[in-house]
């Protein structure tokens, strides 16, 4: 456990929303479950409409900091959290987005480690399966491995490296991660899952877009690789499509075997 009550939280779960009311439910439940005194919990709603704000009360307590109010998107609502966070470090936690048990435990030793790493950089699990290991920063370039939910980021460096871009829509996370070139090598990858990450976030969605805001994030933060950056991303936007027309046939062959069978 963190040694001896420290003076300001280690942790600041930042979690924003706009109408998820089972997602918050879901997520609510994991942070509080155990939560330490060395945690703050701080939300921010966009403005829901569909009874999240009436399941906010229930938790309330558990909360350091609520505010529900119009947006500019995601970025702005990452920011106002940012904001209003006083802990080492922040970890982003959508609603939807659900700790695993027991991590409390297994963050404390990792906060109070004296290195003072820029990120710490754990696991998450979505439809069942592991993600997340050490990678190189040039894989980074390529597309984002760097997964929000399980990423622990030093407060101090969003007023170093500045805060997430409030005109990006897609792949704001991405960009920023690209700030963090010079202090890549510090990083520190941990192999403990920290989160169960909601499937079917805006990312793939809308994976055409979010390729492309990639390709104008390398620009800005690596921009001697203009070509190789627009090959990287006609290459994923093709290698999504061909996956998703052989997942379909293959569920076609599937159910016509079945039904034959």
């Known amino acids: 456990m963190p040694a001896n009550h420290p003076s300001r939280p280690l ?12 997602g918050f439910l879901r997520t609510a439940d994991s942070v509080v479950a155990s939560k330490p005194d060395w945690c703050e919990w701080i939300v921010i709603d966009g403005g829901s409409t569909d009874g999240t704000l009436e399941r906010v009360a229930s938790y309330r307590s558990s909360m350091q900091y609520f505010v529900s109010e119009p947006d500019e998107g995601i970025a702005d609502a990452f920011n106002k959290g940012i904001a209003r966070s006083t802990a080492d470090y922040v970890l982003f936690l959508n609603a939807g987005d659900e700790l695993l048990p027991n991590v409390y435990v297994r963050l404390g030793p990792i ?8 990120a710490i950089v754990g696991q998450i699990r979505m439809n069942g399966r592991y993600y997340g290991r050490p990678i190189k920063f040039w894989r980074q370039f390529g597309r984002n491995y760097l997964p929000h939910q399980a990423m622990l980021i030093r407060r101090s460096l969003f007023r170093l490296l500045g ?4 005109t990006r829509r897609f792949g704001m996370d991405y960009e920023w991660s690209l700030r963090l070139k010079s202090r890549w090598s510090k990083i520190w990858f941990v192999p403990l899952p920290i989160s169960d990450m909601e499937a079917g976030g805006i990312s ?10 990639y390709h104008q994030a390398r620009l800005k ?3 001697r690789h203009q070509a190789l950056s627009k090959i990287l991303e006609k290459f994923f936007v093709a290698k ?8 379909g046939l293959s569920k ?6 079945k039904s034959s069978g």
């Open 111 to 118: 906060l109070s480690d004296p290195r003072n790493a820029p």
């Open 11 to 22: 942790l600041s779960i930042i979690t924003i929303m706009r109408n998820a009311h089972d």
């Open 252 to 257: 076609s062959l599937y159910s016509k075997l």
């Open 240 to 247: 999504v499509k061909i996956g998703r027309v052989v997942r």
């Open 163 to 166: 805060n997430y871009d409030v």
């Open 204 to 213: 793939m969605t809308n994976y055409e877009k979010t390729f492309a805001s």
């Open 221 to 223: 933060n690596c921009p």
